[in-house]
């Protein structure tokens, strides 16, 4: 285990919003520095590590940063050996996401959604192309990619999960609905260069409130959703899984009481092991508060989980995953001490731990 970033480097408050992606055996690391406070409003801009072993990391780079706005949800997926794709979005920095739910934000300081290229291994940004119009609905308010990575398909289709508030909730009425907010994927199919929005989530009994999302292929070549669930009115479980058969334009919805985290981003990967396809997923094992950072584990496209295998005991919060090709897992997440927001961390799995813990989980 080794410390990415701290709060206080570079001239942040506090680095939030981990993501990372794998290419070949190096890792490429994105995450928020917040500028004026560890809170989700203010001036924040998006940084970027590149490490070329899987274990040491470069200066980071600011690759998005817009003076006077919020910049963040970091959603990277790899395009090729050289590139890696950077989904973001942005909104004015003295707004409030309370403000952008109400509808009382004009669309230039409400959430915009921004695509760029990241080239490597210098972390050259591209200037970010605003792709709101295709990715964005004109009833939503507000809007997150990711966070955490993003996803191609043996299509070639790039996923990027996504959340969004609903601006009429009204339009809702007949239903069982009592949540704004909803979950859905935004599909390119020509790398990155046009956008649509693919299935769209309002949410049901069990997952009333769909939030921040990842998603997986599973090993019967469906796509693999994890969803926060954000509703907290009725006792509801906190996580729900998607499944989608046709690369992410429709779906059908999970509820997984036996998913136990706190409200929260979690992670989801697919990658061969043994001859496998593993699905693997993080998050905090305490069911109420944001700690202990573990991971499980399916063989079956998330139908069972294996019980969660705590990494990091303690304060911890947001996380993602990437392989390399060397098959170690990487593990990025929010830790610390006293809060789960004082450092960011990086911890390496090598592939006999991986058997190891699959096998000791078996059945």
Sequence with gaps: MNTLVRAGDHGDHTARIPALVAIG??????WEGRRDSGSDTGEICIRAAISADGATWSAPRTVTAMPGRTCGNPAPVVLDGSTVLLVSTSNAAAVHERDIVAGVVSPADSRRVHVQRIGLPDL?????????????????????????HGTVLPSGRIVIPANHSVLRPADRSGTDHRSVYGAHLVLSDDHG????????????????????????????GELVVSIRNEHRADPEPTRALARSGDGGLTARLEPR??????????????????????????????????????????????????????????????????????????LLHEG????????????????????????????
Aim: include cysteine; proline fraction near 8%.
């Design 124 to 148: 050259s940004a591209s200037e970010v192309a605003d792709i709101t119009d295709q990715a964005k609905r004109e009833d939503w308010g507000w809007y997150a990619t990711g966070p955490g």
């Design 25 to 30: 055996t190096a890792l490429v690391a994105f």
């Design 336 to 363: 610390g001490g006293s809060s789960p927001y004082e450092v960011i961390r990086h911890h390496r799995i090598d592939p006999d731990q991986l058997r190891d813990w699959i096998q000791k989980s078996q059945p």
């Design 193 to 220: 260069r046009t956008w649509r929005i693919g299935h769209v989530e309002p949410g049901g009994p069990g997952c009333s409130g769909p939030n921040e999302s990842s998603a997986a292929l599973g090993s019967e």
């Design 257 to 330: 009481p036996d998913l136990t985290m706190p409200r929260v981003q979690s992670a989801l990967l697919s990658f061969e092991l043994a001859g496998h396809r593993l699905l693997v997923m993080s998050g905090p094992a305490d069911p109420e508060a944001r700690a202990d950072l573990a991971l499980r584990h399916s063989q079956d496209s998330g139908r069972t989980w294996s019980s969660p295998w705590v990494i990091a005991a303690g304060p911890a919060a947001y996380s993602d995953l990437a392989v390399t090709d060397d098959g170690t897992l990487h």
